[in-house]
């Protein structure tokens, strides 16, 4: 979920060696359900309340795979993608996405969402979570456009060559707004989790401050801001056009994003998930500014900022499609142009309600709902072995495992849920991970070994189950 095609090699089933302390394995003989985790002395964190967790949930469990699977994927970002270490007495954590070296922002803040609840039982993982925060600030504040970041500031970065103001530690400047909400949408999640006010530090106060300036400027109103971006690609989704500014739009006060959420380049900048995630952002923001003495200002201007926004979104983001009706598009320009397809990278249409804009009861999610999940949806993909969304990062006739989750976590009907269960278990390829993506007609065909946010996403999905619907863990599926 970067500019990643470079990296990703679709794997077949001969044999598959996994970064990270992964073992390598075959897939001659039946899944055995032996642990894939690398060995303890090898994993990069370990949390007494994960490891506890893992065992309850996998307790309740009858489908002996699946329980398999979430012992594997829950812990996978703590046993292979974080690296902690304290500077000046203060914790740091770095958090790659698994085959790349590199901490997306993004992907970096969902990586651990689940560990949250966890966080006030365990003082240690609490330190790690942290961490994470810290090191997300510090990236913010390098360069609030970027979405991807080195560790270390002297490595050179493959895009080096992009057309762009590309600085020491940046990974990717791909501008995405959901890259910044993800940020504020961690601090959040730790804060209402553990009470710890420790991480409003002044560096926390200056990026958060930088990220509603970032929102604004990219309202451009007045011009086009100070971002712009291309990539000598032979991929038209890796680079952006009219000189590095996207598609012309008509100023009515939404956020432009030249990049989605699967870094690949929006037709029209006006991505109206995005949008939607930022109005949830800001307003728990202006919750975070009345923590803190001296920000009534900078909260009363999130708030105000938030309401715009839904302002406009409710008037120009609910539009008719010729088939089915009043729904979210995924795109628009402000001057009647729209995209009406969804793409499995979250923050998506389908994601709506799990990200806090909506209620899965909300008649116009409904029905974008159904959108996404049918064939007038021309990234959803049906085959053999699954149906669901995909996206052009990964072609046609592939769908991303991350969305069947989404699909779940989002759902009431336990019909659904269970298929998507049933879904995931016969389409990881005997691997006991969850990939980027999948053939429909051939789940060996599929690409990212390791990918860190899958994995613990799934393990979210599990966690849920374990909390919403017990019952439906008690099944075989």
């Not at 560096?203 to 300036?213: G, H, P, S, Y």
Request: hydrophobic share 40%; aromatic share 12%.
């Amino acid at each position: 979920m970067t500019h990643r095609r470079h990296f990703i090699r679709s794997t077949s089933l001969a044999a598959i060696a996994i970064a990270g302390g992964i073992p390598s394995f075959s897939f001659a003989s039946p899944v055995d359900f032996v642990s894939r985790r690398p060995e303890p002395g090898k994993r990069r964190f370990s949390s007494k309340a994960v490891e506890d967790t893992i065992a309850k949930v996998k307790k309740s469990m009858a489908d002996e795979e699946l329980a398999w699977m979430f012992e594997n994927c829950f812990p996978n970002t703590l046993d292979t993608t974080v690296t902690y270490s304290e500077k000046n007495g203060q914790p740091s954590t770095y958090v790659i996405t698994g085959d790349i070296d590199a901490m997306w922002l993004r992907d970096s803040s969902a990586q651990v969402w689940p560990y949250l609840p966890l966080a006030k039982s365990d003082k240690e993982l609490q330190q790690l979570l942290k961490g994470v925060i810290a090191k997300q600030v510090s990236f913010v504040l390098l360069d609030p456009y970027a979405n991807a970041f080195y560790d270390d500031p002297g490595k050179v970065s493959e895009w080096k060559n992009d057309i762009t103001e590309m600085k020491p530690g940046v990974h990717e400047r791909k501008w995405e707004i959901d890259s910044l909400c993800y940020v504020i949408r961690l601090s959040a999640g730790y804060y209402n989790h553990t009470g710890d006010t420790s991480i409003f530090t002044p560096e926390w106060q200056q990026a958060m401050t930088l990220i509603v300036q970032t929102f604004r400027e990219q309202q451009r109103i007045h011009d086009h801001g100070p971002y712009r971006f291309q990539r000598n690609a032979a991929n038209p989704t890796d680079t952006q056009f009219s000189g590095g500014y996207g598609n012309p739009t008509k100023k009515i006060g939404l956020i432009h994003s030249m990049f989605r959420p699967s870094d690949d380049a929006t037709v029209y900048p006006f991505l109206i998930s995005s949008n939607m995630f930022a109005v949830v952002s800001l307003k728990q923001l202006a919750s975070m500014f009345a923590l803190i003495p001296g920000y009534e200002i900078m909260r009363a201007e999130c708030n105000r900022f938030a309401s715009e926004l839904d302002k406009v979104l409710k008037q120009h983001a609910v539009l008719q499609h010729p088939v089915c009706g009043s729904l979210f598009p995924l795109e628009i320009d402000g001057f009647g142009n729209a995209l009406f397809m969804d793409d499995a990278n979250v923050p998506n249409i389908l994601s709506l309600p799990y990200l806090g804009y909506c209620s899965t009861s909300d008649p116009v999610y409904i029905n974008s709902r159904k959108f996404s999940l049918s064939h007038n949806n021309p990234w959803f993909h049906e085959g053999k072995f699954a149906k669901g969304i995909g996206g052009p990062h990964v072609g046609e006739n592939k769908i991303w495992p991350m969305g069947l989750i989404m699909q779940a976590l989002t759902s009431n009907d336990e019909k659904e849920i269970v298929y998507c269960l049933k879904t995931i278990k016969r389409t990881h390829a005997g691997t006991g991970f969850i990939h980027e993506s999948f053939h429909v007609d051939d789940p060996a065909d599929f690409s990212r070994s390791w990918f860190a946010w899958a994995n613990t996403l799934f393990g979210e999905l599990i966690l849920h189950l374990y909390n919403k619907k017990p019952a439906l863990l008690q099944n075989r599926f």
